[in-house]
């Protein structure tokens, strides 16, 4: 999985989820961030999305993509 995240403030973190749970942390550090990852394997279809937070505590989250899996 490759991914990015820009906003108007430094980013102290952003989060890649699944489900319920964080599957990897990225520090922040600058305005924009750019991530990449092996996820999986999934025995189930799951739903994955970016959370993060800003220098000023404000947090932010994509809308999430859904990963399937066959004959899932």
Do not use: K, N
Request: proline content about 7%; charged content about 25%.
């Amino acid at each position: 999985m490759r991914a990015a995240a820009a906003g108007p403030r430094v980013l102290r973190f952003v989060e890649i989820r699944g489900g319920d749970r964080v599957l990897q942390r990225f520090a922040g550090g600058g305005p924009q961030m750019e991530m990449e990852l092996t996820l999986g394997p999934f025995e189930e279809d799951t739903a994955v999305w970016l959370t993060g937070v800003d220098e000023d505590g404000e947090r932010f989250w994509t809308t999430p993509v859904r990963i399937l899996v066959p004959g899932g």
